[in-house]
């Protein structure tokens, strides 16, 4: 009896101890488990060796492992901070990929072309940059089967942006097998516009000449065939179209090489201080005298006060002929066409205003452009070429001055523009 109460105490005690030994491990492992996920070595108040040796083997293993990621992770942030360091001041765009296409770098000309990748750590790049072109890239340059440069387009909040792709594999910074990607973007959103305006420039030149070419080389072609056979009056009507559509090219070309001027690096103001009131009286007396001008009322009203100005006299003066011209051309006989300048700002505000048929509100911005017309049959019936106003426009944007079109359907248009007081 005595020696089976003994065999049951013992047993207790031993099913007692067991448990006490396996709470420790237990414990010993979620504190172990603890460091792991805080990336600590594990430093338990337990001595390990309490726990038997293969729980100490394996403290000392984990211990290492953390030591190791600790330093790696030490080593690759460095370096992406040298590598951050060395991209912040270059001019070109540069972003690296990890292999999940996560952007681990992006330089400050990178956040400024693309402001949706600032602030946002490791952010995906399907999220942070819209174009499909440049994913495809990344996996061609991923495949090595990549150009060395290839022109992308990124939308960014409805409007385009083009670079011009370079990438390249780099050895992944934060493992030491595995690629990422590096690519240097450079910025040719300008230069593509540019080609587009100069693309749609070429294009209406040649639909300018065009017209007044083909029917001068019909005329010429039947005159030179058949002249002697036509009547006098034939011939005579032929030399005449001829004659017309000559002075239309002749036009065209005088105002396309005043604005190649005007756009050029020199456009050459030659401004002088002149009396500002006598060039306007001046303009007006002289196109006054045109026969286009006979039916039409042109009023001058000058504020008192408005003076000596710094101007290029001869510019300012194509100004005021373009802009009376156009009221001219624009309004029937019988219209009134004012003159007015006022002072305004320390500087002139002139205002040439007429109450002719007036411009739809929709074309109102865009009558500056080259070769923006509203009504094309009109403009060319007149000898118009399209190009005055945007002639207007720089002349005097090179004075530092700014030019706008206010008009009501019916009710006339008036053409404003500012010239600054310059102090030469
Ligand atoms: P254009 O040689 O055709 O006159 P402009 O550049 O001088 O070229 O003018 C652009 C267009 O603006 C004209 O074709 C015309 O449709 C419109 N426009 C200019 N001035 C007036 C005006 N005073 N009244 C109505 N329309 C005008």
Not at 74 to 100: P, R
Not at 350 to 357: A, H, I, M, Q
Request: charged share 25%; net charge negative; proline share 4%.
């Amino acid at each position: 009896m005595l020696f089976l109460v003994v065999i049951i105490f013992a047993l207790l005690l031993f099913l007692w101890a067991a448990r006490q030994k396996l709470h420790r491990h237990q414990e010993a492992l979620r504190r172990l488990g603890q460091s792991l996920a805080r990336k600590q070595p594990f430093l338990g108040e337990e001595d390990p060796a309490l726990l038997g040796l293969e729980f100490q083997q394996l403290c000392g293993t984990a211990n290492d492992l953390v030591t190791g990621y600790n330093r790696l992770s030490q080593f690759s942030n460095s370096q992406l901070a040298q590598i951050d360091a060395t991209l912040g001041s270059l001019k070109e765009a540069v972003m690296i990929l990890d292999e999940q296409n996560r952007i681990m770098l992006a330089n400050g000309a990178l956040h400024a072309l693309f402001p949706r990748t600032r602030g946002v750590p490791q952010q995906r790049l399907e999220l942070a940059l819209d174009s499909r072109e440049f994913l495809e890239y990344v996996i061609a340059v991923r495949n090595g089967n990549a150009p060395t440069q290839q022109e992308v387009e990124f939308i960014d909040g409805g409007a385009s942006i083009w670079v011009e792709a370079t990438g390249a594999l780099i050895p992944a910074i934060d493992q030491p097998t595995g690629f990422w990607a590096l690519f240097v973007l450079h910025d040719v959103t300008r230069q593509k516009k540019l080609e587009g305006l100069r693309r749609d420039f070429v294009a209406n030149v040649s639909h300018e000449l065009r017209t007044p070419l083909s029917v001068i080389k019909g005329y010429v072609e039947t005159l030179v065939d058949g002249g002697r056979d036509l009547p006098v009056e034939d011939r005579e009507q032929f030399l005449l179209t001829i004659q017309r559509h000559t002075e239309r090219l002749n036009s065209l070309l005088e105002d396309l090489l005043t604005l190649s001027r005007l756009e050029s690096a020199t456009p050459g103001l030659n401004a002088e201080k002149i009396n500002f009131a006598a060039l306007i009286s001046g303009v007006v007396e002289d196109v006054g005298r045109r026969p286009a001008a006979t039916g039409h009322n042109i009023k001058v009203l000058l504020e008192p006060g408005v003076g000596e100005l710094s101007v290029d006299p001869l510019k300012i003066t194509q100004v005021f002929e373009n802009l009376i011209d156009n009221a001219l051309k624009y309004t029937p006989r019988g219209a009134v066409i004012e003159v007015t300048a006022k002072l305004e700002n320390a500087g002139v505000e002139v205002c040439v205003r007429d109450n002719g048929p007036g411009i739809p509100a929709e074309d109102l911005s865009r009558i500056f452009e080259r070769f923006y017309r509203v009504d094309k049959g009109r403009s060319r019936e007149k000898g118009g070429t399209g190009l005055g106003l945007s002639i207007v426009k720089h002349i005097i944007q090179l004075h530092g001055g700014r030019v706008w079109a206010e008009s009501e359907l019916g009710k006339g248009a008036a053409f404003f523009f500012s010239l600054p007081r310059r102090n030469e």
